[in-house]
Protein backbone atom coordinates (compact mmCIF):
# COMPACT_ATOMS: atom_id res chain seq x y z
CA UNK A 1 0.00 0.00 0.00
CA UNK A 2 1.25 3.20 -0.92
CA UNK A 3 2.18 6.15 1.76
CA UNK A 4 -0.14 8.76 1.81
CA UNK A 5 0.78 12.82 1.54
CA UNK A 6 1.16 14.99 4.21
CA UNK A 7 -1.84 17.03 4.12
CA UNK A 8 0.12 20.51 4.42
CA UNK A 9 1.18 22.20 0.87
CA UNK A 10 4.78 22.18 1.02
CA UNK A 11 5.88 19.43 3.06
CA UNK A 12 3.29 17.39 0.19
CA UNK A 13 5.27 18.47 -2.46
CA UNK A 14 8.87 17.75 -0.94
CA UNK A 15 7.23 14.00 0.04
CA UNK A 16 6.00 13.91 -3.64
CA UNK A 17 9.75 14.91 -5.22
CA UNK A 18 11.37 12.98 -2.54
CA UNK A 19 8.90 9.59 -4.11
CA UNK A 20 9.54 10.42 -7.72
CA UNK A 21 13.51 10.52 -7.47
CA UNK A 22 13.03 7.46 -5.40
CA UNK A 23 11.45 5.48 -8.03
CA UNK A 24 13.58 3.24 -10.82
CA UNK A 25 13.93 5.05 -14.10
CA UNK A 26 12.27 3.58 -16.69
CA UNK A 27 14.26 1.01 -18.81
CA UNK A 28 15.98 3.47 -21.21
CA UNK A 29 17.14 5.64 -18.61
CA UNK A 30 19.04 2.69 -16.56
CA UNK A 31 22.51 2.48 -17.30
CA UNK A 32 23.45 -0.66 -20.01
CA UNK A 33 25.63 -3.15 -18.07
CA UNK A 34 28.93 -2.57 -20.00
CA UNK A 35 29.51 -5.62 -22.24
CA UNK A 36 31.56 -9.01 -21.18
CA UNK A 37 34.51 -8.34 -22.99
CA UNK A 38 36.49 -11.66 -23.90
CA UNK A 39 39.92 -11.85 -22.62
CA UNK A 40 42.48 -10.86 -24.64
CA UNK A 41 44.76 -13.71 -26.19
CA UNK A 42 48.57 -13.02 -24.98
CA UNK A 43 50.90 -13.20 -28.21
CA UNK A 44 53.53 -16.02 -28.80
CA UNK A 45 57.24 -14.44 -27.46
CA UNK A 46 58.43 -14.87 -30.45
CA UNK A 47 55.92 -12.57 -31.79
CA UNK A 48 56.67 -10.13 -29.37
CA UNK A 49 60.44 -10.72 -30.26
CA UNK A 50 59.98 -10.14 -33.33
CA UNK A 51 57.96 -7.06 -33.12
CA UNK A 52 60.64 -5.37 -30.36
CA UNK A 53 63.16 -5.92 -33.53
CA UNK A 54 61.56 -4.64 -35.80
CA UNK A 55 60.93 -1.30 -33.94
CA UNK A 56 64.63 -1.62 -32.89
CA UNK A 57 65.29 -1.07 -36.61
CA UNK A 58 62.99 1.60 -37.34
CA UNK A 59 64.34 3.58 -34.44
CA UNK A 60 67.67 2.71 -35.47
CA UNK A 61 66.39 4.00 -39.25
CA UNK A 62 64.81 7.08 -37.57
CA UNK A 63 68.04 8.14 -35.25
CA UNK A 64 70.41 8.39 -38.50
CA UNK A 65 67.78 10.55 -40.64
CA UNK A 66 66.91 12.73 -37.94
CA UNK A 67 69.83 13.87 -36.80
CA UNK A 68 71.64 13.86 -39.91
CA UNK A 69 71.45 15.12 -43.80
CA UNK A 70 72.87 18.40 -44.72
CA UNK A 71 75.29 21.04 -43.76
CA UNK A 72 79.17 20.07 -43.49
CA UNK A 73 79.60 16.56 -44.95
CA UNK A 74 83.00 16.19 -43.53
CA UNK A 75 81.68 17.36 -40.32
CA UNK A 76 78.69 14.68 -40.31
CA UNK A 77 80.95 12.11 -41.00
CA UNK A 78 82.98 12.71 -38.39
CA UNK A 79 80.33 12.86 -36.10
CA UNK A 80 78.41 10.19 -37.59
CA UNK A 81 80.82 7.57 -36.95
CA UNK A 82 81.00 8.75 -32.81
CA UNK A 83 77.10 8.72 -32.73
CA UNK A 84 76.66 5.78 -34.82
CA UNK A 85 77.66 2.97 -32.13
CA UNK A 86 76.84 5.58 -29.24
CA UNK A 87 74.97 4.86 -25.70
CA UNK A 88 73.44 8.14 -26.39
CA UNK A 89 71.76 6.65 -30.11
CA UNK A 90 71.39 3.21 -28.25
CA UNK A 91 69.23 5.23 -25.42
CA UNK A 92 67.07 7.33 -27.98
CA UNK A 93 66.18 3.93 -29.84
CA UNK A 94 65.03 1.74 -26.29
CA UNK A 95 63.33 4.56 -25.12
CA UNK A 96 60.58 4.07 -28.12
CA UNK A 97 61.07 0.89 -29.21
CA UNK A 98 57.57 -0.21 -27.35
CA UNK A 99 53.98 1.62 -27.13
CA UNK A 100 53.22 2.24 -23.75
CA UNK A 101 50.35 -0.23 -23.83
CA UNK A 102 52.53 -3.12 -25.06
CA UNK A 103 52.90 -5.20 -21.68
CA UNK A 104 54.48 -7.76 -23.36
CA UNK A 105 56.79 -5.64 -25.36
CA UNK A 106 58.38 -3.88 -22.20
CA UNK A 107 58.13 -7.45 -19.65
CA UNK A 108 60.55 -8.57 -22.76
CA UNK A 109 62.58 -5.34 -23.08
CA UNK A 110 63.07 -5.91 -19.51
CA UNK A 111 64.62 -8.99 -19.50
CA UNK A 112 66.45 -8.97 -22.84
CA UNK A 113 67.78 -5.23 -22.57
CA UNK A 114 71.36 -6.67 -21.42
CA UNK A 115 71.52 -8.92 -24.26
CA UNK A 116 70.49 -5.83 -26.60
CA UNK A 117 73.80 -3.64 -24.89
CA UNK A 118 76.15 -6.57 -25.13
CA UNK A 119 74.89 -6.84 -28.86
CA UNK A 120 75.55 -3.43 -29.55
CA UNK A 121 78.88 -2.40 -27.44
CA UNK A 122 80.24 -5.40 -28.37
CA UNK A 123 80.60 -7.56 -25.43
CA UNK A 124 82.51 -10.71 -25.03
CA UNK A 125 79.75 -13.88 -25.06
CA UNK A 126 81.11 -15.74 -21.83
CA UNK A 127 80.13 -11.67 -19.97
CA UNK A 128 76.89 -11.89 -22.01
CA UNK A 129 75.45 -14.82 -20.50
CA UNK A 130 76.71 -14.72 -17.04
CA UNK A 131 74.76 -11.62 -17.10
CA UNK A 132 71.96 -13.08 -18.60
CA UNK A 133 71.53 -15.77 -15.90
CA UNK A 134 69.98 -14.10 -13.64
CA UNK A 135 66.76 -13.78 -15.55
CA UNK A 136 65.16 -17.37 -14.96
CA UNK A 137 62.07 -16.41 -17.39
CA UNK A 138 64.75 -17.02 -20.23
CA UNK A 139 66.42 -19.95 -20.93
CA UNK A 140 69.57 -19.43 -22.22
CA UNK A 141 71.85 -22.20 -23.71
CA UNK A 142 75.92 -21.53 -23.55
CA UNK A 143 77.52 -22.07 -26.24
CA UNK A 144 81.00 -24.27 -26.55
CA UNK A 145 84.22 -22.90 -25.69
CA UNK A 146 85.44 -22.44 -29.07
CA UNK A 147 82.51 -20.43 -30.12
CA UNK A 148 83.37 -17.97 -27.19
CA UNK A 149 84.02 -14.84 -29.08
CA UNK A 150 83.36 -11.30 -29.43
CA UNK A 151 79.36 -10.82 -30.14
CA UNK A 152 79.83 -8.24 -32.56
CA UNK A 153 77.12 -6.46 -35.05
CA UNK A 154 79.28 -7.48 -38.14
CA UNK A 155 79.46 -11.18 -37.13
CA UNK A 156 75.52 -11.27 -36.13
CA UNK A 157 74.11 -8.22 -38.16
CA UNK A 158 70.72 -10.01 -38.30
CA UNK A 159 69.72 -8.94 -34.56
CA UNK A 160 66.32 -10.83 -34.66
CA UNK A 161 67.90 -14.33 -35.73
CA UNK A 162 70.51 -13.20 -32.99
CA UNK A 163 68.29 -12.06 -29.98
CA UNK A 164 64.97 -14.01 -30.73
CA UNK A 165 66.14 -17.26 -31.89
CA UNK A 166 70.40 -18.02 -30.91
CA UNK A 167 69.97 -15.64 -27.57
CA UNK A 168 66.49 -16.03 -25.97
CA UNK A 169 65.58 -19.34 -28.11
CA UNK A 170 62.12 -18.03 -28.55
CA UNK A 171 61.95 -18.18 -32.26
CA UNK A 172 62.83 -20.97 -34.87
CA UNK A 173 63.82 -20.19 -38.36
CA UNK A 174 60.95 -20.36 -40.57
CA UNK A 175 59.45 -23.78 -42.00
CA UNK A 176 60.04 -25.44 -38.48
CA UNK A 177 58.93 -25.56 -34.98
CA UNK A 178 58.96 -26.76 -31.63
CA UNK A 179 61.77 -27.08 -29.40
CA UNK A 180 64.22 -28.49 -31.03
CA UNK A 181 62.98 -26.43 -34.53
CA UNK A 182 61.54 -29.50 -36.60
CA UNK A 183 60.89 -29.04 -39.67
CA UNK A 184 57.12 -28.81 -40.49
CA UNK A 185 55.08 -31.65 -42.39
CA UNK A 186 56.42 -31.65 -46.21
CA UNK A 187 59.59 -30.04 -45.35
CA UNK A 188 60.96 -26.56 -43.72
CA UNK A 189 61.43 -25.73 -47.89
CA UNK A 190 57.04 -25.99 -48.77
CA UNK A 191 55.74 -26.72 -45.18
CA UNK A 192 52.27 -28.09 -45.75
CA UNK A 193 53.36 -28.29 -49.40
CA UNK A 194 52.02 -24.66 -49.52
CA UNK A 195 48.71 -25.72 -49.05
CA UNK A 196 48.32 -25.07 -45.31
CA UNK A 197 49.63 -23.51 -42.71
CA UNK A 198 51.91 -25.51 -39.74
CA UNK A 199 51.43 -24.59 -36.67
CA UNK A 200 53.77 -23.08 -34.72
CA UNK A 201 55.75 -22.44 -37.36
CA UNK A 202 58.98 -20.04 -36.56
CA UNK A 203 58.23 -20.75 -32.99
CA UNK A 204 59.40 -22.64 -29.80
CA UNK A 205 55.58 -23.88 -29.51
CA UNK A 206 53.16 -25.80 -31.60
CA UNK A 207 51.96 -28.88 -32.86
CA UNK A 208 53.46 -28.98 -35.96
CA UNK A 209 50.14 -29.99 -37.51
CA UNK A 210 49.18 -28.61 -40.50
CA UNK A 211 45.48 -26.56 -41.32
CA UNK A 212 45.15 -27.26 -44.58
CA UNK A 213 43.01 -24.81 -47.13
CA UNK A 214 39.79 -25.36 -47.92
CA UNK A 215 39.60 -28.44 -50.66
CA UNK A 216 43.09 -30.13 -49.45
CA UNK A 217 44.03 -32.91 -46.51
CA UNK A 218 46.01 -35.28 -45.32
CA UNK A 219 49.39 -34.73 -42.56
CA UNK A 220 51.02 -32.28 -45.08
CA UNK A 221 48.15 -31.21 -47.36
CA UNK A 222 49.10 -33.04 -50.27
CA UNK A 223 45.96 -34.92 -51.09
CA UNK A 224 42.50 -33.55 -51.88
CA UNK A 225 39.54 -33.80 -49.41
CA UNK A 226 36.44 -35.10 -48.85
CA UNK A 227 33.97 -33.60 -51.69
CA UNK A 228 36.62 -32.57 -54.00
CA UNK A 229 38.57 -34.31 -57.34
CA UNK A 230 41.86 -34.40 -58.02
CA UNK A 231 42.37 -31.82 -61.62
CA UNK A 232 46.25 -31.49 -61.49
CA UNK A 233 49.01 -33.25 -59.97
CA UNK A 234 52.87 -33.22 -60.35
CA UNK A 235 56.25 -33.45 -58.14
CA UNK A 236 55.16 -30.08 -56.66
CA UNK A 237 52.20 -29.30 -57.76
CA UNK A 238 48.33 -30.05 -56.55
CA UNK A 239 45.49 -28.74 -57.27
CA UNK A 240 42.31 -29.85 -56.32
CA UNK A 241 38.48 -28.43 -57.62
CA UNK A 242 34.97 -29.03 -55.66
CA UNK A 243 32.90 -32.22 -56.65
CA UNK A 244 28.77 -31.73 -57.59
CA UNK A 245 27.24 -30.81 -54.47
CA UNK A 246 25.95 -34.14 -52.84
CA UNK A 247 29.04 -35.99 -54.21
CA UNK A 248 31.59 -37.12 -51.00
CA UNK A 249 34.23 -38.54 -54.02
CA UNK A 250 33.99 -37.89 -57.50
CA UNK A 251 36.09 -38.20 -60.45
CA UNK A 252 35.04 -34.74 -61.95
CA UNK A 253 32.75 -31.77 -61.19
CA UNK A 254 29.53 -33.44 -62.94
CA UNK A 255 26.32 -34.66 -61.38
CA UNK A 256 27.06 -38.06 -63.14
CA UNK A 257 30.88 -38.47 -62.02
CA UNK A 258 29.75 -39.54 -58.16
CA UNK A 259 32.09 -42.20 -56.63
CA UNK A 260 30.78 -42.10 -53.22
CA UNK A 261 27.58 -39.80 -51.82
CA UNK A 262 27.18 -37.66 -48.33
CA UNK A 263 25.39 -39.00 -45.89
CA UNK A 264 21.84 -38.37 -46.69
CA UNK A 265 22.38 -39.47 -50.08
CA UNK A 266 22.51 -42.59 -52.06
CA UNK A 267 24.19 -43.46 -54.95
CA UNK A 268 22.28 -44.93 -57.93
CA UNK A 269 23.98 -44.91 -61.84
CA UNK A 270 26.87 -42.28 -60.18
CA UNK A 271 24.39 -39.94 -59.24
CA UNK A 272 23.50 -39.14 -55.60
CA UNK A 273 19.83 -39.13 -54.44
CA UNK A 274 18.11 -37.99 -51.84
CA UNK A 275 16.75 -40.43 -49.46
CA UNK A 276 13.35 -39.24 -47.91
CA UNK A 277 13.83 -40.53 -44.27
CA UNK A 278 10.67 -39.68 -43.32
CA UNK A 279 9.42 -43.00 -45.40
CA UNK A 280 11.78 -44.94 -43.50
CA UNK A 281 12.77 -45.96 -40.43
CA UNK A 282 15.44 -43.48 -40.17
CA UNK A 283 13.67 -40.82 -38.91
CA UNK A 284 13.57 -39.98 -35.50
CA UNK A 285 10.48 -38.12 -34.30
CA UNK A 286 8.35 -37.70 -31.69
CA UNK A 287 4.86 -38.73 -30.65
CA UNK A 288 3.68 -35.00 -31.33
CA UNK A 289 5.55 -34.51 -34.15
CA UNK A 290 5.48 -34.90 -38.01
CA UNK A 291 8.43 -35.58 -39.97
CA UNK A 292 9.62 -33.25 -43.25
CA UNK A 293 12.19 -34.22 -45.60
CA UNK A 294 14.85 -32.41 -46.68
CA UNK A 295 17.41 -32.59 -48.90
CA UNK A 296 19.80 -34.63 -47.56
CA UNK A 297 18.52 -35.17 -44.22
CA UNK A 298 14.97 -34.55 -42.24
CA UNK A 299 13.42 -31.92 -39.76
CA UNK A 300 10.59 -32.93 -36.99
CA UNK A 301 7.98 -30.33 -36.35
CA UNK A 302 5.08 -29.77 -33.62
CA UNK A 303 1.83 -31.22 -34.15
CA UNK A 304 -0.65 -28.85 -34.21
CA UNK A 305 -2.59 -27.80 -30.67
CA UNK A 306 -5.69 -29.64 -31.82
CA UNK A 307 -3.95 -33.06 -32.47
CA UNK A 308 -2.51 -36.13 -30.43
CA UNK A 309 -0.19 -37.18 -33.09
CA UNK A 310 -0.29 -36.05 -36.59
CA UNK A 311 0.90 -36.73 -39.89
CA UNK A 312 1.81 -33.10 -41.38
CA UNK A 313 0.77 -29.72 -40.14
CA UNK A 314 -2.70 -28.59 -39.53
CA UNK A 315 -5.47 -29.42 -37.67
CA UNK A 316 -6.64 -31.68 -40.63
CA UNK A 317 -4.00 -33.89 -40.31
CA UNK A 318 -4.41 -34.99 -36.76
CA UNK A 319 -4.53 -38.85 -36.08
CA UNK A 320 -6.63 -38.18 -33.07
CA UNK A 321 -7.95 -34.53 -31.15
CA UNK A 322 -6.69 -33.13 -28.35
CA UNK A 323 -8.71 -33.03 -25.26
CA UNK A 324 -11.03 -29.53 -25.85
CA UNK A 325 -11.37 -30.58 -29.76
CA UNK A 326 -13.74 -32.21 -32.23
CA UNK A 327 -13.56 -34.36 -34.75
CA UNK A 328 -15.76 -32.29 -37.54
CA UNK A 329 -14.84 -33.19 -40.80
CA UNK A 330 -11.47 -34.30 -41.58
CA UNK A 331 -10.19 -31.64 -38.86
CA UNK A 332 -10.19 -31.50 -35.41
CA UNK A 333 -12.32 -28.07 -34.01
CA UNK A 334 -12.36 -26.17 -30.49
CA UNK A 335 -15.42 -27.06 -28.44
CA UNK A 336 -17.30 -24.57 -27.26
CA UNK A 337 -17.68 -25.70 -23.07
CA UNK A 338 -19.92 -22.03 -22.90
CA UNK A 339 -22.42 -23.35 -24.50
CA UNK A 340 -23.39 -25.36 -21.74
CA UNK A 341 -23.53 -24.15 -18.18
CA UNK A 342 -20.16 -24.72 -16.92
CA UNK A 343 -19.74 -21.84 -14.72
CA UNK A 344 -22.03 -22.10 -11.28
CA UNK A 345 -20.66 -19.21 -9.32
CA UNK A 346 -23.20 -16.35 -8.83
CA UNK A 347 -22.73 -13.31 -11.30
CA UNK A 348 -19.97 -15.39 -13.20
CA UNK A 349 -19.95 -16.04 -16.80
CA UNK A 350 -17.91 -18.10 -19.12
CA UNK A 351 -15.45 -16.96 -21.84
CA UNK A 352 -14.31 -20.02 -24.09
CA UNK A 353 -10.57 -20.08 -24.74
CA UNK A 354 -8.87 -22.71 -27.33
CA UNK A 355 -9.39 -26.27 -26.19
CA UNK A 356 -10.28 -25.20 -22.94
CA UNK A 357 -12.59 -22.03 -20.81
CA UNK A 358 -12.64 -19.97 -17.87
CA UNK A 359 -14.96 -18.95 -15.46
CA UNK A 360 -14.47 -14.46 -15.21
CA UNK A 361 -16.76 -12.37 -12.93
CA UNK A 362 -19.43 -10.31 -15.00
CA UNK A 363 -19.04 -7.24 -15.91
CA UNK A 364 -19.21 -4.65 -12.68
CA UNK A 365 -18.11 -7.20 -10.25
CA UNK A 366 -14.73 -7.93 -8.60
CA UNK A 367 -13.42 -11.50 -7.21
CA UNK A 368 -12.89 -11.62 -3.33
CA UNK A 369 -11.61 -14.70 -2.39
CA UNK A 370 -13.27 -16.71 -4.60
CA UNK A 371 -16.54 -14.93 -4.91
CA UNK A 372 -17.56 -12.73 -7.08
CA UNK A 373 -18.54 -8.99 -5.55
CA UNK A 374 -20.19 -6.21 -6.43
CA UNK A 375 -17.72 -3.44 -6.94
CA UNK A 376 -17.98 -0.05 -4.64
CA UNK A 377 -17.59 2.78 -7.63
CA UNK A 378 -16.21 5.99 -4.63
CA UNK A 379 -17.97 9.09 -4.92
CA UNK A 380 -15.93 12.13 -7.28
CA UNK A 381 -13.43 13.48 -4.33
CA UNK A 382 -12.60 17.18 -4.04
CA UNK A 383 -9.37 18.69 -3.58
CA UNK A 384 -9.42 19.21 0.37
CA UNK A 385 -11.56 15.69 0.32
CA UNK A 386 -9.71 14.32 3.44
CA UNK A 387 -9.31 17.33 5.47
CA UNK A 388 -11.28 17.63 8.65
CA UNK A 389 -14.18 19.77 9.97
CA UNK A 390 -11.86 21.93 12.42
CA UNK A 391 -9.61 22.20 9.20
CA UNK A 392 -12.43 23.45 7.28
CA UNK A 393 -13.48 25.86 10.20
CA UNK A 394 -10.10 27.18 10.39
CA UNK A 395 -9.70 27.77 6.07
CA UNK A 396 -13.11 29.67 6.68
CA UNK A 397 -12.08 32.16 9.29
CA UNK A 398 -8.94 32.87 6.80
CA UNK A 399 -10.93 33.21 3.72
CA UNK A 400 -12.97 35.94 5.70
CA UNK A 401 -10.43 37.46 7.64
CA UNK A 402 -8.93 37.96 3.97
CA UNK A 403 -12.07 39.88 3.15
CA UNK A 404 -11.98 42.31 6.29
CA UNK A 405 -8.19 42.68 5.99
CA UNK A 406 -8.63 44.07 2.27
CA UNK A 407 -11.69 46.03 3.10
CA UNK A 408 -10.07 47.75 6.36
CA UNK A 409 -7.38 48.42 4.16
CA UNK A 410 -8.99 50.75 1.44
CA UNK A 411 -10.86 52.78 4.20
CA UNK A 412 -7.36 53.55 5.84
CA UNK A 413 -5.82 54.48 1.99
CA UNK A 414 -8.11 57.53 2.37
CA UNK A 415 -7.16 58.04 6.13
CA UNK A 416 -10.43 57.80 6.93
CA UNK A 417 -9.69 56.24 10.85
CA UNK A 418 -13.45 56.62 11.63
CA UNK A 419 -14.77 54.92 8.82
CA UNK A 420 -12.44 51.99 8.50
CA UNK A 421 -13.12 51.05 11.94
CA UNK A 422 -16.61 51.23 11.26
CA UNK A 423 -16.20 49.02 8.08
CA UNK A 424 -13.98 46.62 9.68
CA UNK A 425 -16.39 46.05 12.31
CA UNK A 426 -19.50 45.54 10.17
CA UNK A 427 -17.66 43.05 7.67
CA UNK A 428 -16.23 41.06 10.72
CA UNK A 429 -19.77 41.00 12.05
CA UNK A 430 -20.93 40.31 8.23
CA UNK A 431 -18.52 37.25 8.35
CA UNK A 432 -19.16 35.93 11.42
CA UNK A 433 -22.85 35.95 10.24
CA UNK A 434 -21.75 34.31 7.41
CA UNK A 435 -19.40 31.63 8.67
CA UNK A 436 -22.35 30.81 11.03
CA UNK A 437 -24.61 30.41 7.65
CA UNK A 438 -23.12 29.58 4.67
CA UNK A 439 -21.24 26.36 6.48
CA UNK A 440 -22.33 23.50 4.02
CA UNK A 441 -22.18 25.94 0.76
CA UNK A 442 -18.73 26.75 1.51
CA UNK A 443 -17.76 23.09 2.17
CA UNK A 444 -19.87 21.61 -0.86
CA UNK A 445 -17.84 23.76 -2.63
CA UNK A 446 -14.46 23.27 -1.27
CA UNK A 447 -15.07 19.17 -1.47
CA UNK A 448 -15.91 19.52 -5.08
CA UNK A 449 -19.68 18.58 -4.66
Known amino acids: ?29 QPSPPPQASPPTQPHPCHTCRGLVDSFNKGLERTIRDNF ?6 WEEEKLSKYKDSETRLVEVLENVCSKSDFECHRLLELSEELVESWWFHKP ?4 LKDAS ?10 PNEERALVRQQEAPDLFQWLCSDSLKLCCPSGTF ?30 GRCDCQAGYGGEACGQCSLGYFEVERNASHLVCSACFGPCARCSGPEESNCLQCKRGWALHHLKCVDIDECGTERANCGADQFCVNTEGSYECRDCAKACLGCMGAGPGRCKKCSP ?31 GSYRCVCAEGYKQIEGICVKE ?18 VLQQMFFGVIICALATLAAKGDLVF ?31
Open 1 to 29: MAPRPPRDLVPALVWGLSLFFSLPGPVWL
Open 69 to 74: GGGNTA
Open 125 to 128: AEDL
Open 134 to 143: SHSELQFVPP
Open 178 to 207: GPSCLPCPGGAEKPCGGYGHCEGEGTRGGS
Open 324 to 354: GYQQVGAKCLDVDECETEVCPGENEQCENTE
Open 376 to 393: QIPESAGFFSEMTEDELV
Open 419 to 449: TAIFIGAVAAMTGYWLSERSDRVLEGFIKGR
